[in-house]
């Protein structure tokens, strides 16, 4: 039950970074870049995740999963503090 719920974010965060990503070739605001690559790291996050729970890795293993989140929101962070229009 875990696994679908780890593919199923996985995808869902895969989708939400496409469509921002084709929305800031559309328009070139930027901010809709930083976004994506945010949801990009959380897609990365949850397959890392569900590769941890598929091969049965210990959950103290769970922090090397957390960086791709951890560098998503920092480009997410880095846009809304550093780029101004």
């Known amino acids: 039950m ?3 719920i780890f593919l199923g974010c996985a995808l869902t965060s895969l989708a939400c970074a ?3 990503f084709r929305g800031y070739l559309r328009s070139r605001v ?3 870049m930083w976004s994506s690559f945010c949801f990009a790291g ?3 996050h949850n397959l890392l995740r569900l590769v941890q729970v598929l091969m049965d890795q210990p959950q103290g293993a769970a922090w090397m ?3 791709p989140a951890l560098v998503g929101v920092l480009f ?3 846009g809304f503090i550093f780029d101004v229009e």
Do not use: D, S, T
């Open 2 to 4: 875990i696994e679908a």
């Open 18 to 20: 496409g469509l921002l």
């Open 30 to 32: 930027r901010l809709l």
């Open 42 to 44: 959380m897609a990365l």
């Open 65 to 67: 999963a957390m960086l």
């Open 76 to 78: 997410l962070l880095f």
